[in-house]
């Protein structure tokens, strides 16, 4: 093979950003995390689907440093996240919203935006303290870009607005808002659709492409299964914090342990695994004892 046709093939290649392996992570006697091992590319939107207690938050929680597992790393950008204290995930590209919002309620919309802004910030206690001119003009500069990014997720005319007085579903843009204003190449969102209606879900299905479109690579746990498998090219499925299954949305959708956990063993039974006359999963499933 030429040089030329190598070059070609290497610029033809998926980037790889996040490489997790062998996670493990116990609380107890319960093994949240098993051996869990995946990969996210640039470019992707990353599907993370299970029953309640999968272990999807779990997992999250272990990239973004909140609980350290007990074995395994995850490489991100060069990066071993499970090294990393939590203040210093931000900083190495990896922003996320929580299942469980979290706003400072009692500040204003922008104001959140703002703090999520502050870890791409240069201005030290001494510059806060004084107020000189250069922390003056990067206060304007970040109130500059909070105001984009809540036009960006479609609230900017909530703007002063206290944040709690929002609307559910506005809270999870200005969530989102929030993440994105670290500037993050990875993104990872807990259940964003959590508590909207079928018309918030179409605009944050926007939102999703358009993030992905931009440049940030999406990873999102989701139980709405419609807006995952329309979103998502690739879909990792946990189940008792076990790896079920990895693919494409179509293999996933057919593949008969996922239908199992979902719906139970009778529309597995009945379906045969067939993608014809299996029921997509549609729900969060049951979560029967292990
Ligand atoms: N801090 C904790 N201490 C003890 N057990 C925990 C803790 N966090 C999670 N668990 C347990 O770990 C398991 C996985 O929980 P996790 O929240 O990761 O599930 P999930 O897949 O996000 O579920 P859901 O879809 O309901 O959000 C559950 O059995 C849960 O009760
Ligand atoms: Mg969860």
């Known amino acids: 093979m030429s040089y030329a046709a190598v070059n070609e093939y290497a610029r033809s290649m998926p980037e790889l950003l996040l490489v997790a392996n062998k996670l493990n992570k116990r609380f107890g006697g319960l093994q949240a995390l098993s051996d869990v091992s995946f990969s996210i590319c640039k470019g992707d939107i990353y599907g993370l689907i299970g029953p309640n207690g999968a272990g999807k938050t779990t997992l999250f929680n272990c990239l973004t440093s909140l609980y350290a597992p007990e074995s395994g790393n995850c490489n991100f950008m060069g990066h071993q996240l499970t090294r990393l204290q939590p203040h210093e995930i931000a900083k190495v590209g990896l922003a996320r919203t929580f299942q469980n919002i979290r706003l400072f309620a009692s500040l204003s919309v922008i104001e959140n935006v703002m703090i999520g802004r502050h870890v791409r910030s240069r201005a030290g206690v001494f510059g806060a303290i004084t107020r000189n001119r250069a922390t003056r003009e990067e206060e304007a500069a970040i109130e500059h870009r909070a105001l984009q990014l809540l036009d960006y997720v479609g609230i900017a005319d909530r703007a002063n607005d206290v944040a709690g007085a929002l609307p559910y579903g506005d809270q999870r843009r200005l969530e989102i808002a929030r993440a994105l204003a670290t500037d993050p190449v990875l993104l990872a969102l807990d259940e964003p659709a959590a508590g909207m209606n079928a018309s918030e879900t179409l605009g944050l299905r926007r939102l999703i492409e358009k993030i992905r479109d931009d440049g940030v690579t999406v ?68 979560k029967s004892a292990p």
Not at 259 to 281: Q, R
């Open 219 to 286: 990873l999102l746990i989701e139980h709405d299964m419609k807006l995952v498998m329309g979103l998502c090219n690739r879909v990792l499925v946990l189940d008792y914090g076990k790896v079920l299954a990895e693919g494409r949305p179509s293999e996933i959708q057919r593949n008969p342990k996922v239908i199992e956990a979902y719906l139970g063993l009778g529309a597995a039974a009945a379906s045969g695994g067939n993608p014809d006359t299996a029921a997509a999963p549609t729900g969060p499933g049951p």
